[in-house]
C-alpha cells in the first residue's frame, strides 16, 4: 500500500504564501496536486514529471505566475509553493502520483483519473 503524506496546509490572508508538500513513502511517475472546493468538482493544480532532473511542469490557468510545482527525486516528495494566494484559492488540496512506469500523453495531466495514488488532503483557507 503506497502512502502519500500531506503536509502545510492552513489559513493565510489574501495576499500571503503556503507551502505545501507530499511525500510518498515509494518511487513514483508524475505527480500532481489537485484541489476542491466546497460544492466544486476536484480540479487540477499543477504536475511534475519528476523522470527529468528538471522536471517538466504543467499548471492550471489560474495558479499560472503564483504557483509553483517543484521535487525532490531523491526524497519522492513533491512541493507546492502557493504565492500571491486569493480567497478563491481556498479548498482542501490532495497530492496524487502515478504508479512509476505508467505514463500517459501529455495532455492528460489534469486527469484524475490518471493517478492511482492520493493523499488524504491537507485544507488551505485564504481570508479576504
Known amino acids: 500500500q503506497v502512502q502519500m503524506a500531506e503536509s502545510g496546509g492552513g489559513s493565510v490572508q489574501a495576499g500571503g504564501s503556503l507551502r505545501l508538500a507530499c511525500v510518498a513513502s515509494?518511487?513514483?511517475?508524475?505527480m500532481a496536486w489537485f484541489r476542491q472546493a466546497p460544492g466544486k468538482e476536484r480540479e487540477a493544480v499543477a504536475s511534475?514529471?519528476?523522470?527529468?532532473?528538471?522536471?517538466?511542469?504543467y499548471y492550471a490557468d489560474s495558479v499560472k505566475g503564483r504557483f509553483t510545482i517543484s521535487h525532490d527525486a531523491g526524497q519522492n516528495t513533491v512541493y507546492l509553493q502557493m504565492n500571491s494566494l486569493k480567497p478563491e484559492d481556498t479548498a482542501v488540496y490532495y497530492c496524487?502520483?502515478?504508479?512509476?512506469?505508467?505514463?500517459?500523453?501529455?495532455?492528460?495531466?489534469?486527469?484524475?483519473?490518471?493517478?492511482?495514488?492520493w493523499g488524504q488532503g491537507t485544507q488551505v483557507i485564504v481570508s479576504a
Open positions: 496524487a502520483a502515478r504508479r512509476y512506469g505508467v505514463s500517459y500523453e501529455e495532455s492528460r495531466w489534469r486527469e484524475a483519473w490518471s493517478y492511482q495514488y
Open positions: 511534475i514529471n519528476k523522470s527529468i532532473r528538471t522536471g517538466i511542469t
Open positions: 515509494t518511487r513514483t511517475g508524475r
